[in-house]
């Protein structure tokens, strides 16, 4: 059963940084495009970045874009959300989540979904 396990959330001051990590199952970057999604309070889940399996990134239109990095690494089955000058409106549960090869900008193309992790970002 493929999984996806998040971690690194946390209480953050703002401007502060934060690296957000998705274990996946073994072997899954090599067949699995992995986004991070987030849902803010009373907001719609938005997409926030993705890698795809060639390991092409997109990065979407959201307030964090520029101060957001993907990244991964195959050999531990990980990818990495790299968040900076964290705000307030960063604040949110993030997910890891994975589709089939390509990244896709909708909720509804992936198949797997981690627990998420928080985040909140407050003086």
């Known amino acids: 059963q493929l999984q996806l396990v998040e971690s690194g959330g946390g209480l953050m001051e703002p401007g502060g940084s934060l690296r957000l990590t998705c274990v996946t199952s073994?072997?899954?970057?090599?067949?699995?495009?992995i986004a991070w999604f987030r849902r803010a309070p009373e907001k719609e889940r938005e997409p926030v970045s993705c890698?795809?399996?060639?390991?092409?990134?997109?990065n979407y239109e959201t307030s964090a874009r520029g101060r957001v990095a993907i990244s991964r690494d195959k050999d531990s089955n990980t990818v990495f959300l790299q968040l900076n000058n964290l705000q307030s409106d960063d604040t949110a549960v993030y997910y890891c989540?994975?589709?089939?090869?390509?990244?896709?900008?909708?909720?509804?193309?992936?198949?797997?979904w981690g627990q998420g992790t928080q985040v909140t970002v407050s003086a």
């Open positions: 989540a994975a589709t089939k090869w390509q990244c896709h900008m909708a909720g509804y193309e992936y198949d797997v």
């Open positions: 073994a072997n899954m970057l090599d067949s699995y495009a």
């Open positions: 890698i795809s399996t060639s390991g092409r990134i997109t």
